[in-house]
């Protein structure tokens, strides 16, 4: 063993930094779960605030609000998984297809873009079009005569904006690992296939596919890991006192209670609950996957 460790020893130290990473800001912060089990108070201190067990777990099923809010949270998760992971499969596909190659690279360069602005940018840009006096209204009043929509206030238009968001910033992004898997088979695959007289569409169906469905699985097993957290940032930003019943996320949900209102122990306990959640998602997940067949992610 101790030779081992001294012939890695230079791929060891290549390592550390990474490993440093996640014991430094993932593993040592869990000592704060215990906040959860706690009813804390500042003036008390971490380790004198007194044991309550379970009260802030059963507060959560207790109140109607964190219902709702696990309620948000699961519906933009889902519609993420639903309309958004299919979009970067779909681009991936598209751009595969494409012969010419600077062309391609060019159009990769223009869908990657958006992944590198921040949501504030992003917003501020939704912001811009699609408020009363916005580009969108203005268009719709001046070629439609349509009255003004109320995009940004209205309850009902918030989820499908988040998921457009979504969609239009990250999809681009979520090509690289499809394109890296496609990158990976045999170009004699589709000669044969072409010999056999198959169109590009079967070529697609019965060679492309197959080939994307082991990268398919685990980036959804890892997505489900996921379906508790539907993105602060871009939520926060979105939100306004008109959507708040319809946008108010377990992320937002925490910022609320934890820091704005100084409950930290209900707000940690959300938390908590919120990764036993996902955990519990990526093991039935990957069971799932390896019962069908598939490596899985473990």
Sequence with gaps: MKQKLWRDRYLLLLLLPGALYFLIYRYIPMVGILLAFKDYSPFIGFIDSPWVG???FRLIFEDAEVVQVIW????ISLLQIVFAFPISIILALML????????????QSIVYMPHFLSWVVVVGITVIFLRSEGLVNNFLGTFLDINPIPFLTDPAMFKPIVILQVIWKESGWGTILFLAALSGISPHLYEAAVMDGASRMRQIWHITLPALKSTIVILL????GNVMDSGFEQIFLMLNPFNMESGNVLDTYVYFKGI????FSFATAVGLFKGIIGLI??????????????EGLY
Excluded: P, S
């Design 54 to 56: 379970l009260k802030y």
């Design 72 to 75: 948000n949270t699961l519906q």
């Design 96 to 107: 595969n297809e494409l012969r010419n190659q600077l062309y391609k690279r060019f159009l």
């Design 221 to 224: 097993i890892l997505r489900l």
């Design 260 to 263: 704005q209102q100084a409950n």
């Design 281 to 294: 998602l990526v093991v039935l997940a990957n069971r799932l996957a390896k019962r069908f067949g598939e």
